[in-house]
Nanobody, 124 residues
């Protein structure tokens, strides 16, 4: 099994930055594609960014391209999401996700493991 624990969320002003971390357990971490989804209040959960098992390939939602950067450190079993130039519309609960298929982008139906989520709130 894989367990995912997110951290790094919080309250930030528009234009600010946050870095989210997702720490994973399990020796099979490196074989999973990893990514982040987000869910705003009363909205559907949506794909934000994914990274392949190797870290070679990434995929970003259009809404975050140029502002968010995903990376992973398989030796530390951790994936990161650097979020810059945050906007109020980025406000959501951000969920780390693991896909055993190993490739990005990640379809929500292919996610095997979810983190519990971390709240990101961007004030205007």
């Amino acid at each position: 099994q894989v367990q995912l624990v997110e951290s790094g969320g919080g309250l930030v002003q528009a234009g600010g930055s946050l870095r989210l971390s997702c720490a994973a357990s399990g020796r099979t971490f490196s074989s999973y594609a990893m990514g982040w989804f987000r869910q705003a209040a009363e909205k559907k959960r949506e794909f934000v960014v994914g990274i392949s098992w190797s870290g070679r390939f990434t995929s970003y939602a259009d809404s975050v391209k140029g502002r968010f950067t995903i990376s992973r450190d398989n030796a530390k079993n951790t994936v990161y999401l650097q979020m810059n130039n945050l906007k109020p519309e980025d406000t959501a609960v951000y969920y780390c996700a693991a896909d055993p298929g190993g490739w990005a982008p990640i379809k929500i139906g292919d996610v095997e493991y979810w983190g519990q989520g971390t709240q990101v709130t961007v004030s205007s």
